[in-house]
């Protein structure tokens, strides 16, 4: 997701220039990772592309779960979540419709893994309903229990989206 850290290795800079574009990519290379960050590149008024900076990375290789392992902590973690969000309750807040939920650029490109397009978009909808949680009307005990239960489930989704985007590296392994 854009300006979280799951899988940077360093150094500082590299991850700060990743942090900042809100997405980078780590390519592990035998004995040493770079790190390529994208920005705009527009060159007169016609061509519009993507500049890729290269940057040297921690050689130690990044901590990302495999599609098995996130895929499994995301169906814990929405059971958990479902759980605990049932017992606070509070005032009915409504569910948005379909067409409110804004997906796009969501959807992983043609050849990854069936699993991986499932679970990169179980952890779309997921990213949706985290932003859609509202604790108006809540009391201090009920936010904080709201509040914990979607901290767990944010950070099983945004590991679950790196491991669907990791997933076409994982396949060729």
């Given at each position: 997701?854009?300006?979280?850290?799951?899988?940077?290795?360093?150094?500082?800079?590299f991850n700060g220039a990743a942090i900042d574009a809100g997405q980078a990519v780590v390519a592990v290379l035998s004995g040493r990772c770079?790190?390529?960050?994208?920005?705009?590149?527009?060159?007169?008024?016609?061509?519009?592309?993507?500049?890729?900076?290269?940057?040297?990375?921690?050689?130690?290789?990044?901590?990302?779960?495999?599609?098995?392992?996130?895929?499994?902590?995301?169906?814990?973690?929405?059971?958990?979540?479902?759980?605990?969000?049932?017992?606070?309750?509070?005032?009915?807040?409504?569910?948005?419709?379909?067409?409110?939920l804004d997906r796009a650029g969501e959807a992983l490109a043609p050849g990854y893994p069936g699993r991986a397009h499932r679970v990169g978009a179980l952890a779309a909808r997921l990213t949706a309903a985290l932003r859609l949680a509202d604790e108006r009307g809540l009391t201090s005990g009920q936010v904080a229990a709201r509040g914990q239960a979607l901290r767990d489930l944010d950070r099983a989704v945004r590991r679950a989206r790196v491991a669907a985007h990791n997933a076409i590296a994982e396949s060729q392994v």
């Amino acid at each position: 997701m854009p300006g979280d850290p799951l899988g940077l290795t360093g150094p500082p800079a590299f991850n700060g220039a990743a942090i900042d574009a809100g997405q980078a990519v780590v390519a592990v290379l035998s004995g040493r990772c770079l790190g390529l960050v994208p920005s705009a590149d527009r060159r007169g008024s016609s061509y519009s592309g993507i500049r890729w900076t290269v940057a040297e990375a921690s050689a130690v290789p990044p901590d990302v779960p495999s599609l098995a392992e996130a895929e499994q902590a995301l169906r814990t973690a929405m059971m958990a979540a479902t759980e605990a969000l049932l017992g606070v309750g509070g005032p009915a807040q409504g569910f948005p419709t379909p067409d409110t939920l804004d997906r796009a650029g969501e959807a992983l490109a043609p050849g990854y893994p069936g699993r991986a397009h499932r679970v990169g978009a179980l952890a779309a909808r997921l990213t949706a309903a985290l932003r859609l949680a509202d604790e108006r009307g809540l009391t201090s005990g009920q936010v904080a229990a709201r509040g914990q239960a979607l901290r767990d489930l944010d950070r099983a989704v945004r590991r679950a989206r790196v491991a669907a985007h990791n997933a076409i590296a994982e396949s060729q392994v």
